[in-house]
């Protein structure tokens, strides 16, 4: 009987989400949502009337109506999506860590060997890939050379996806950059730290061929590169183990190259040992990590748009927290002493 | 004109050719624009197989003016009785590169390659030198030395509880609750889902679930209770099942077992997820165990039992995870709780003392650090020379390599 | 026998390795036994694949409850599986590459496997929200301190908090909302992770002897 009414409502919550899955895929490709671009007022008058809602929900919490789950779900999605077709900008603050890393990467030589490590798969993109496409850019402007590779299967082609897009921008195109002499991808090689390990010894036990499969030996941008002494610098994105961590302990600390990292947020708090020990060059975290360094380097993307939906739900939850603890004060609170009082 | 670009052409020719084979005679032969590098030295690599061999030189007089007018350095090795060839490509300002592609049988020299736009300049050739092995790393000795220093202590504590001593274990909250946990369970007539982090076997983190596993299936046997655990790897699934036998043998009742009490479902960090999610709201578990390496999932899965009313235990060493757990979950075991946890459930002797030893490495580095932070405020702030000593030495004997 | 056997390979693989640290003729030990360790992971997966086909296939013949994602899963598993493994859809055939753009494995990656995996991660946002919410409650001492950090972590991310406390005069301006939310992440933060740092270290220690020395042996299945 409960099954039946169950699926009742699963079928057609199943076709709406299918639907709208299609409409966003269309309107993605159609460009459909350059219309809807809202202007810097409408966007702010669409913030206060968030705002007001939400004093709203605060008042019901006041007279005894707390907001349920759902209602802190809807305001995420509100607070995320609404800001994507906002015309507005934020000032981003650019944070010791990232600069740390900037001044890092600025230091280098032009036509600096750079290893470009990958350990992340899709489901870290949001807050990855804007790191990586800014650093393709800056690396490609000073010259770098850039080797990829990724302890991650998907990492490599998280490489690749972010490399499609920088080189297919004007600026790069008339560059000319070319595949095995500006910039390579090794591929995936499992094994983690060991991989690292034994790439210290040499790269090539360990990427024998690129990942089109073309021998080691045959490119030029790594021909000459035996190992990590070859090396100028090692940028690593990770969402995980193996990441950064592993970077650090068994390749910065065994044979130190100079290494700066972007991490996904929740990682990164993990990670300030080590760059209060130098052992990382900088650091950057997350979606605002990403925003400032696309601030810093001065090319603004992904990161920078973002950043407006994370702040704008950051003030959200904030906003949540306090309802919540209104909520808590004004009745549990009274409840939880009036049972002590009964025992 | 044409005169000019005759000489430029000539130049190139003579550069590309340079390139190509420094170290003959022919690099000398060129007109020497730039100072080579000085005192080239070649030392055996301390402490390794045999096969690595130490470069050091005083960099080119003309690295040293600024802009620099040298642009590289390469790295030749010939093998003594063979031919030479290129090992390493440095940027200009390097003084020193370790060859760690050597044999124990063969004798190499080496020489450096200043590079410039206007020409190469080789240095003097590096005394012949055969790698040699050491047997014990000498430079891991203070790793020896706490690593023996902690164990001691663990073996000490364990064999003073085996001789009948008491000791004390602060109580882990997370840890009283498992046996009310499961009779929750029982009594509401739903299954336990017990999640084991998303690692292999060879993490310890996951070794440290399966034996508490073995711990809340030897009470879920008992109780007839039933458990559910969907796996991300095939390791995990048969340690599992093993596991999970076992306690069903010594609860005497191996007939109630059944193999799909553990199911393997991916692999894949979010498909995992998707897949556990799926489970619990579909299952209503009354109970939820997330013990063992646990990334961004952490959340997802604590959030998601949360709303379906479970009790949930959770423990895990990933520092950036436990946050999460301690919000979303009922009780959570921090860090080394976890790997402390199947000796607390077991509350044999033996099992306990190595808990204490642990207290120990603690009180040790407790010490190191209110002195080592001491010295280094101290001598910085006055200029103490025994503190700046003190902190040197101490860093000395925590450094890892 | 059947305990012996197991408690006498972990005794004498775990003591060569920990040997192997100290040895440098023996240093790339670990590197191997992790390599066999893949191999054995590798073989395993046919047992974690064959069981998922089981338990789904049961389902479906039988016909339990929720049935129908069953077949997803076996249509999905059977699909990738054909895409990968025997290169199904590949430009290049058997023997071609698998990184060209238009191969199934990758069309199939690109738009199926990516965009699910980053829904995955995303319901991570509405979740730190709601636990938010419920968590961050002034119950008692230590529930306030968290809640008055993660107030200011929050704000000191976003101009908010800078433009809450911009008129803090320069010479104070560790307590600017932004710069209180940087100490606290460099500060007690990092001091907190080192703590649990070290302390995990050490658990880990502790056990690896109990296992070493055959003390703990649960994870044989043994619980004497």
């Given amino acids: ?343 | 004109m044409l005169f000019r670009v005759a000489i430029a052409f000539a130049c190139l020719f003579i550069i590309a050719g340079v390139a190509g084979q420094p170290a003959g005679d022919t690099a000398l032969a060129v007109q020497q624009t730039i100072a080579p590098v000085t005192s080239l030295i070649a030392t055996n690599h301390e402490y390794d197989n045999g096969t690595g061999i130490d470069l050091i030189w005083v960099p080119s007089i003309d690295d040293r003016l600024a802009p620099s007018r040298v642009t590289g350095y390469e790295v030749w090795r010939s093998v003594v009785g063979g031919s030479g060839s290129r090992i390493a490509e440095l940027p200009a300002g390097a003084n020193k590169f370790t060859d760690e592609q050597c044999s124990r049988e063969s004798t190499y020299v080496y020489s450096v390659v200043a590079i410039s736009v206007a020409g190469n300049a080789v240095s003097i050739s590096t005394a012949p030198i055969q790698p040699a092995r050491e047997w014990i790393n000498l430079h891991r000795l203070n790793l020896l030395a706490i690593a023996f220093l902690v164990s001691a202590a663990v073996i000490y504590f364990i064999q003073s509880a085996r001789s009948g001593k008491k000791l004390f274990v602060r109580k882990i909250a997370g840890l009283d609750a498992v046996d009310d946990a499961i009779g929750r369970a029982t009594e509401m007539g739903r299954p336990i889902l017990f999640i084991p982090g998303i690692q292999d076997m060879d993490d310890v983190q996951t070794i440290a679930a399966i034996t508490i596993l073995g711990r809340v299936s030897r009470v879920v046997a008992d109780y007839d209770t039933k458990i559910k655990m969907p796996v991300s790897r095939s390791l995990v699934m048969t340690a599992a099942r093993e596991t999970i036998k076992a306690s069903y043998m010594a609860a005497g009742r191996p007939d109630a077992y059944n193999d799909d009490m553990v199911s393997y479902v991916t692999d894949e960090q979010f498909g995992y997820v998707a897949a556990v999610d799926g489970i619990m709201v579909r299952e209503k578990p009354a109970t939820c165990f997330y013990l063992g390496a646990f990334f961004a999932e952490s959340l997802i899965l604590a959030e998601t039992g949360n709303s379906v009313g479970a009790i949930q235990i959770a423990g895990t060493a990933m520092p950036a995870q436990i946050p999460f757990f301690v919000a979303a979950c009922d009780f959570a075991l921090i860090g080394e709780e976890l790997f402390a946890a199947s000796a607390y459930l077991s509350n044999e002797p033996k099992q306990l003392g190595s808990l204490k030893g642990q207290d120990v490495g603690k009180a040790v580095a407790l010490v190191v650090i209110v002195v080592g932070t001491m010295a280094a405020t101290i001598g910085s702030a006055w200029d103490v020379t025994f503190m700046n000593q003190l902190w040197s030495a101490l860093k000395v004997v925590f450094q890892t390599n | ?224």
């Fill in chain 3, 1 to 224: 026998m059947k305990r012996e056997v197991p408690l006498f390979i972990t005794f004498f693989v775990g003591t060569l390795l920990i040997a192997s640290v100290f040895i440098p003729p023996a240093e790339s030990w670990g590197e191997n036994f992790s390599v066999y360790f893949d191999i054995i992971a590798v073989f395993a997966f046919f047992l974690g694949g064959g069981n998922l086909l089981r338990i789904h296939l049961q389902k479906v013949a039988s016909k339990r409850p929720d049935w129908g994602y069953s077949i997803v899963t076996l249509v999905a598993f059977l699909v990738m599986l054909a895409a990968g493994l025997f290169k199904l859809g590949n430009p290049g055939g058997i023997s071609g590459n698998l990184t060209t753009a238009q191969s199934w494995f990758q069309i199939l990656f690109q738009n199926i496997m990516s965009p699910l995996g980053s829904t995955m991660y995303a319901l991570l946002a509405f979740f730190v929200a709601s636990a938010s919410y419920r968590a961050f409650r002034a119950k008692n001492r230590d529930a306030t301190i968290l809640l008055v950090a993660a107030f200011i972590i929050l704000l000191g991310r976003t101009p908010f908090g800078t433009m809450l406390t911009s008129w803090i005069p320069p010479q104070y301006d560790l307590l600017q909302v932004p710069n209180l939310a940087i100490w606290i992440m460099s500060g007690p933060n990092l001091a907190g992770q080192r703590a649990i740092m070290i302390g995990i270290g050490l658990g880990i220690v502790s056990m690896s002897l109990r296992i070493l020395l055959g003390i703990e042996r649960t994870y044989l299945g043994d619980d004497r």
């Fill in chain 1, 1 to 343: 009987m409960e099954h039946g009414a169950k699926s009742r409502y699963e079928i057609p919550v199943l076709i709406a989400v299918v639907t709208l899955t299609l409409v966003i895929y269309v309107a993605r490709h159609a460009e459909w949502f350059g219309y809807l671009q809202l202007s810097a007022g409408l966007s702010l008058i669409l913030m206060l009337l968030v705002a007001g809602s939400l004093i709203w929900i605060l008042i019901r919490t006041l007279d005894g109506n707390p907001a349920g789950r759902r209602m802190v779900f809807l305001y995420v999605a509100v607070a995320v999506v609404l800001p994507l077709s906002m015309q507005l900008t934020q000032k981003i603050e650019v944070t010791p860590e990232v600069n740390q890393l900037y001044r890092g990467l600025q230091a280098l030589p032009h036509g600096a060997k750079v290893l470009a490590t990958f350990d992340y798969d899709p489901g870290s993109a949001a807050e990855l890939q804007p790191m990586a496409e800014t650093f393709f850019k800056y690396a490609f402007d000073r010259g770098f050379k850039v080797i990829i590779m990724g302890l991650w299967p998907q990492g490599p082609a998280q490489a690749n996806m972010a490399l499609t897009k920088v080189l297919s921008e004007e600026r790069y195109k008339v560059k000319s950059l070319r595949y095995g002499v500006d910039y390579v991808n090794l591929g995936f090689q499992s094994g983690n730290e060991f991989v690292i390990q034994r790439m210290g010894g040499e790269f090539k036990s360990m990427f024998p061929t690129d990942y089109n499969g073309t021998p080691y030996d045959s490119l030029p941008i790594i021909r000459n590169v035996k190992n990590f002494s070859n090396i100028d610098y090692s940028f690593n994105l990770s969402a995980g183990y193996p990441g950064t961590k592993e970077w650090v302990l068994v390749g910065v600390d065994q044979f130190g190259f100079k290494m700066g990292a972007g991490n996904t947020a929740v990682q990164t708090t993990g990670m300030y040992p080590y760059l209060r020990s130098g052992q990382l060059i900088g650091i950057l975290g997350g979606m605002s990590g990403a925003a400032e360094f696309e601030e810093i380097t001065k090319y603004r993307g992904k990161g920078t748009k973002f950043m407006l939906s994370q702040s704008f739900s950051h003030v959200v939850v904030v906003v949540f927290i306090i309802i919540g603890n209104v909520a808590y004060i004004m009745f549990e609170r009274g409840r939880a002493t009036e049972k002590k009082k009964k025992a």
